[in-house]
């Protein structure tokens, strides 16, 4: 499988806007770049997804690279709700969701 | 918006019992699945589910694991002999249908359990 890299822990302030990276080299064609979080004590919860093209949706912005070989979450204006683990998954899209969940990047948020 | 429904919430058994954790996920969900996540450290996927049959299996679903859809409505993982090391989380997900780019999973709560 292709692997991600993150940071272990990012901090921000709130209401102040977030850029969450993940590095992925090895990504294949094929391999859609999943975003999923986890907040203390729950089950993890997807962000956004996407193959080639930036996207955006009501809870956040998904920027990737030209080459595919890193990707940007982006959350516009940080809240304390957002404060949580976020993973960066490739999935390959001829493949189920066995998803490689990896460490992610624990983030901060400061009042 | 729909859950993915988990029970029990936490459970604490005794090393060598049997445990069965229950989901009800989302009502026109088709793809079922199992993750576990042991304290500290990161998620694993177990095992998925499709039309009564496993589709695919981590090397963690031994034969002490076995999963099930009962009834229409109910997708449980039974654990048969619990160890110590199979205290964790286990997190009960589902997607509607085949698993193309456009879908993703939708995780319950999860179960905690406590093997002593």
């Known amino acids: 499988d292709a692997k991600t890299t993150q940071p272990n822990s990012m901090e921000s302030n709130e209401e102040e806007p977030v850029h969450l990276p993940c590095n992925h080299s090895?990504?294949?064609?094929?391999?859609?770049i999943h975003w999923y979080r986890q907040l203390p004590s729950q089950g993890p919860e997807y962000v956004i997804h996407?193959?080639?093209s930036n996207v955006n949706n009501r809870m956040a912005s998904l920027a990737i690279a030209e080459d595919r070989k890193s990707s940007t979450l982006i959350l516009h204006r940080a809240t304390l709700r957002d404060a949580a683990v976020y993973y960066c998954?490739?999935?390959?899209?001829?493949?189920?969701?066995?998803?490689?969940f990896g460490k992610g990047t624990s983030l901060l948020v400061t009042p | 918006e729909p859950e993915v429904t988990q029970t029990p919430s936490h459970q604490v058994t005794q090393m060598g019992q049997e445990v069965i954790l229950r989901c009800v996920p989302i009502?026109?969900?088709?793809?079922f699945y199992w993750y576990r996540q042991i304290l500290g450290q990161k998620v694993e996927f177990l095992v998925s589910f499709y039309n009564n049959e496993i589709s695919e299996k981590s090397e963690i679903f031994d034969d002490q694991f076995s999963v099930e859809r009962p009834d229409g409505s109910n997708f449980t993982l039974k654990i048969r002999s619990t160890k110590l090391e199979d205290s964790a989380m286990y997190f009960c997900?589902?997607?509607?249908?085949?698993?193309?780019?456009?879908?993703?999973?939708?995780f319950g709560a999860g179960s905690r359990l406590t093997v002593l």
């Open positions: 998954i490739l999935r390959p899209s001829n493949s189920g969701y066995a998803l490689n």
């Open positions: 090895t990504i294949s064609g094929t391999d859609y």
């Open positions: 996407g193959l080639t």
């Open positions: 997900a589902s997607i509607p249908d085949s698993p193309s780019g456009a879908n993703v999973l939708t």
């Open positions: 009502s026109n969900h088709l793809y």
